[in-house]
């Protein structure tokens, strides 16, 4: 079973900074890529940013510059650091894997549970 376990959401004032993290444990061969998405209500999920496993990284236009997605292979941790917040990026944020549990077979996703983040005027 393969879990992702995110943590670091709250409530933080605007122009504050909140870092997010996401463990993935269990049975995994190896993790191609990372990411973090996000959803509001009444809006799509969005893709906010994503590392692949060599490091290579792309964000969404509305955080760019502000957010700083990072990884560590060893400890299959992937980290997002959210800095001068603003109310729209108030959601659940969620941790992504892209990885597979065997040698043989193709990728697929796997997802977190979520986690609130909410930015206050």
């Known amino acids: 079973q393969v879990q992702l376990v995110e943590s670091g959401g709250g409530l933080v004032q605007a122009g504050g900074s909140l870092r997010l993290s996401c463990v993935v444990s269990?049975?995994?061969?190896?993790?191609?890529?990372m990411g973090w998405y996000r959803q509001s209500p009444g809006k799509q999920r969005e893709q906010v940013a994503a590392i692949m496993f060599g490091g290579s990284s792309n964000y969404a236009d509305s955080v760019k510059g502000r957010f700083t997605i990072s990884r560590d292979n060893a400890e299959n941790t992937v980290y997002l650091q959210m800095n001068s917040l603003k109310p729209e990026d108030t959601a659940v944020y969620y941790c992504?894997?892209?990885?597979?549990?065997?040698?043989?077979?193709?990728?697929?996703?796997?997802w977190g549970q979520g986690t609130q983040v909410t930015v206050s005027s």
């Open positions: 992504n894997a892209v990885l597979k549990v065997r040698s043989y077979g193709t990728a697929r996703d796997y």
């Open positions: 269990g049975s995994i061969f190896r993790i191609n890529a």
